[in-house]
């Protein structure tokens, strides 16, 4: 197993309810596994997680993107900055 | 050629430092800035709109502006670029983000400046909450006006 650092950030920290988490995946497991479990351990997420995008290490990825230990995940809702 | 500034500020943003920051080089014949200010708006439940209250996933957030400045110096052919967004509280009437550029001529001024907020509004981690005169507080709702 690896352990990643999921961040909820904006709106869906409110959702959420925790600003962050340690989210444990199997090894191999990509961004998208890692967005189905978050979607199981926060159903508050609902389906406004499907328009969220998910930042690995600060930059946005795609969901095939394989995951390594100690990764820093972000959900990140859409943007209302300016 | 292309020289960058990248910044979050709590409080007012330094509008003089910002735009002497793109000044002094006499090669560059247009500068464009743009300022954007918490609107006046009301709400006919709670009242007239009172602040803005910015947060960002800051890290983020500098990485992507100091990215989006590099790229536009690069496609509009900019000798300088500074882009400033405000974080917390920005009451109406006060600016949260300001940009500003200086290119050779005035069209690729206006482009990159039209270019880098429409860009910095769709992919950078920051966002905003509504707060009105009754306590009313809200996400501020994602909509794409112009």
Not at chain 1, 47 to 63: C, H, I, P, T, Y
Request: proline fraction near 5%.
């Amino acid at each position: 197993m690896i352990s990643v650092t999921v961040l909820f950030l904006g709106p869906a920290k409110d959702l959420a309810k925790v600003e962050s988490v340690a989210l444990d995946l199997r090894v191999g497991a990509t961004v998208g596994d890692a967005r189905r479990a978050i979607a199981e351990r926060f159903p508050r997420l609902g389906q406004g997680l499907s328009k969220m995008r998910l930042a690995l290490n600060q930059e946005f990825v795609a969901d095939t993107q394989v995951l390594r230990a100690g990764d820093e995940l972000a959900v990140v809702p859409p943007v209302s900055g300016g | 050629m292309g020289d960058v500034r990248v910044e979050l500020v709590r409080g007012p943003i330094p509008v003089a430092q910002v735009r002497e920051f793109v000044s002094g080089d006499p090669s560059m014949g247009g500068t464009v800035t743009f300022e954007g200010s918490t609107r006046a708006e009301s709400d006919p439940q709670h009242g007239p709109l009172v602040r803005l209250d910015y947060e960002a996933y800051e890290s983020m957030a500098r990485r992507q502006l100091e990215r989006l400045a590099h790229e536009a110096v690069d496609r509009f052919s900019a000798g300088k670029i500074a882009v400033v967004h405000r974080l917390g509280s920005v009451p109406v009437g006060e600016a949260s983000v300001m940009i500003a550029v200086a290119c050779g001529h005035r069209a690729k001024a206006f482009e990159a400046c039209r270019w880098l907020i429409d860009t910095l509004k769709k992919d950078v981690p920051i966002w905003k909450k509504d707060v009105f005169e009754d306590g009313f507080v809200k996400w501020a709702e994602v909509r794409n006006v112009d």
